[in-house]
């Protein structure tokens, strides 16, 4: 990769932390420590390991979830989290006037170029 490449990547990686950090805090804030869970063992390790996500019915069963349904809820409710956040942590990271949609299929492009950390 060439120099500007590793840049971009370093710095998306970054931005990710970041943006999972604040999503895990507003989570907890707003008593939604379950959410976070659910989200992070369905949806985050399987893409940060690149590993199967667990079925809907064993998230359940660890978490005490009386349905699929609730926790496919609790689910779209932290993406949406998620999205909202990183739209807000790239707007503040590059300023006024950068069209933060562009940006965001910039940093999808970054991640497809290099897989999974």
């Known amino acids: 990769a060439s120099a500007a490449e590793a840049y971009n990547y370093a710095w998306a ?24 869970n659910v989200f992070r063992d369905r949806v985050l390790i399987s893409i940060l390991e690149n ?3 667990p079925g809907l019915d064993a998230v359940c069963a660890r978490y005490g979830i009386a349905t699929e349904a609730t926790a496919s809820n609790m689910i779209v409710t932290v993406k949406r989290r998620f999205h909202n956040v990183l739209k807000r942590c790239l707007s ?12 965001l299929g910039e940093l999808l492009a970054i991640f497809s170029r290099h897989g999974a950390r």
Not at 21 to 33: A, N, P, Y
Not at 92 to 102: A, R
């Open 13 to 36: 990686c970054e931005l990710l932390d970041e943006v999972m950090r604040q999503v895990h805090q507003e989570c907890l804030q707003s008593d939604k420590e379950t959410h976070w």
């Open 51 to 53: 590993t199967r996500p």
């Open 92 to 103: 503040q990271s590059l300023g006024p006037g950068v069209d933060v949609e562009e940006e």
